[in-house]
RNA sequence: GUCCCCGUCGUCUAGGGGUCUAGGACACCGGGUUUUCAUCCCGGCAACAGGGGUUCGAAUCCCCUCGGGGAUGCCA
């Protein structure tokens, strides 16, 4: 069995695409079949090398490994369509000399003035076959002009082309309404997505072909294609669109989209795959954080729901962060390293640095929150937050703060501090619990949230202890 | 407009004629553990789009309506 991953390289790789990707990935382990990596750049504006680079990277970041593509070759190559030309040239002749194709003289000015038409009519466009039987004369004269012909596919009425879809089921098209005869090749020569898609999924020796939902009203095109040119047809397998919280096509507007993004972040790419490899479907057990092979043994394209999915950006970052909290220490620290560098947090001790990191790790649900996490660790004065200022203002926490104010001035110094300070104030102020607790973790984190005070205070220091104590009580209880 | 796909908690889903007073997960809310945060544990909220059939019995099968999505490009 042969599978392919066809992206077109105009832009990085979109996480709908990625599950496209993902899915057929674990097809392919499933039943040990081929995978292909083929590149869609028919679109020579808006396709770059650079687009294609990243997407091939991001693949890679995903885990997901390609056994033929554009960079390491194979039997059925060449991997991109651009360097394919001169085979898509061949089976257009074929299509020409036998009747099935012919030249379209009509400019896309014309054309857009009849889709208005019907526009405005309230009817469906369909190619009224204008050019299908013009005379030599009408075509020299067209020539003549100036203009430059397309290659349009004779649609015959009254064929019925049956898609035995493994995921939607039996799915019927007619014909007579998918809009006329369709352009194969546009005027500068260069072929058209649905023309020669089919042709590289036959040569390729596609077997399954699993892809969007989007793909569903094209694929009677490429079938009327194939059969025109007696090439068998690949199994197909459609599967529903990613949508977003306003139940549109996934895009930039509702949040990330792009894996490069989740990458920079800091997401695990197991994280990532797991979640978009597990939309759609559950294993029996009910389980949603599993390995890749759990994912692989259980996999099944009958098993995909028939239904759009909302992406949750939510319960991504849930099953990041659990993914995080598992990593050991040494592989976090690396993962988190980068972040804290890039925010000019590192420090001259870096065991120092590690148990920073390591008592605040599990506070991160992805690794570039490390950087705020961390920051409470730096800096003689703290920046309050609002519910944290909110607290500090009321009467109890005067208390503890003033109370903390004259133990630095007498009792506690950078021997005793993180081990008598929080003792002493529950005994000069008689508070305890959450009324303790939180005040005196307001003062020196200017936070209400963070890991536990008694981890942060050795490795906060003395004299930044000492230094936020006086700081917060010139703000809130002088 | 036309064609195609889809419709179970807010979200991802389980379920495929009786075991469904509809199960799990995320989110949310409450409680417990932690003298504090998070984790963790326990509990709660919350759905079969509507209407007709078929059947002793329907979330499950059929039809209609409504709703959503996709396609309708010299994009892919």
């Known amino acids: 069995m042969r599978v392919r991953f066809a992206p077109s390289p105009t832009g990085f790789l979109h996480v709908g695409n990625a599950r496209t990707a993902v899915l057929n990935y674990l097809f392919k382990k499933k039943y040990n079949a081929t995978y292909i990596l083929r590149i869609e750049d028919t679109d020579m504006e808006r396709s770059t090398k650079e687009s294609e680079e990243s997407i091939l990277n991001d693949l890679t970041w995903l885990g997901i490994q390609w056994d033929e593509g554009p960079d390491c070759g194979g039997n059925f190559g060449p991997y991109r369509q651009s360097e394919r030309f001169d085979i898509y040239h061949e089976y257009t002749e074929k299509l020409l000399s036998s009747g099935n194709a012919y030249h379209c003289y009509c400019t896309q000015e014309e054309l857009d003035a009849q889709r208005k038409i019907a526009a405005e009519a309230n009817k469906p466009f369909i190619y009224p076959g204008t050019c299908r039987n013009l005379t030599l004369e009408q075509k020299k004269a067209f020539e003549n002009q100036g203009r430059k012909p397309t290659v349009r596919f004779k649609v015959k009425e009254g064929i019925t082309l049956t898609i035995d879809d493994q995921i939607k089921g039996t799915v019927i098209f007619n014909s007579e309404n998918i809009g006329g005869d369709f352009i194969i090749v546009r005027s500068d020569g260069v072929p058209v997505y649905n023309y020669i898609v089919i042709i590289d999924d036959t040569l390729m020796n596609v077997s399954h072909v699993i892809r969007g939902e989007d793909h569903l009203p094209n694929t009677p095109k490429q079938m009327l294609i194939a059969m025109a040119l007696g090439l068998p047809v690949p199994t197909y397998a459609h599967m529903p669109l990613l949508l977003g919280p306003d139940r549109t096509k996934l895009s930039k507007r509702h949040g990330i989209t792009s894996v490069s993004v989740y990458r920079e972040q800091g ?52 099953m990041n962060s659990v993914y995080l909290r598992n990593l050991p220490f040494e592989k976090a620290f690396d993962l988190f390293y980068p972040y804290i560098e890039k925010a000019h947090l590192t420090a001259s001790d870096n065991e120092w640095l590690k148990k920073v990191v390591d008592t605040v790790r599990g506070n991160c649900e992805i690794a570039s929150d490390i950087v705020k996490e961390i920051g409470l660790f730096f800096g003689d004065t703290v920046e309050f937050e609002e ?48 009324m303790l607790f939180m005040p005196f973790r307001a003062m020196i984190t200017g936070r209400l949230h963070g890991p536990e005070l008694d981890k942060i205070l050795p490795l906060l ?16 209880a002088k």
């Open 461 to 476: 220091g003395y004299d930044r202890f000492a230094t936020r104590i006086e700081y917060c009580y010139s703000r809130f």
């Open 387 to 434: 519910d944290a200022e909110e607290l500090l203002s009321t009467h109890e926490a005067q208390t503890v703060i003033r109370a903390a104010y004259e133990l630095i001035h007498s009792t506690i110094n950078a021997h005793n501090y993180s081990t008598e300070t929080l003792g002493s104030i529950k005994q000069k102020t008689g508070l305890k619990g959450k």
């Open 267 to 318: 997401y695990l790419p197991e994280a990532l795959f797991n979640y978009l490899g597990l939309l759609g479907w559950t294993l029996e057990s009910g389980e949603e954080i599993v390995p890749v092979e759990k994912l692989v043994s259980e996999f099944e394209l009958s098993k995909i729901g028939k239904s759009s999915a909302i992406f949750d950006f939510q319960k991504l970052k849930w």
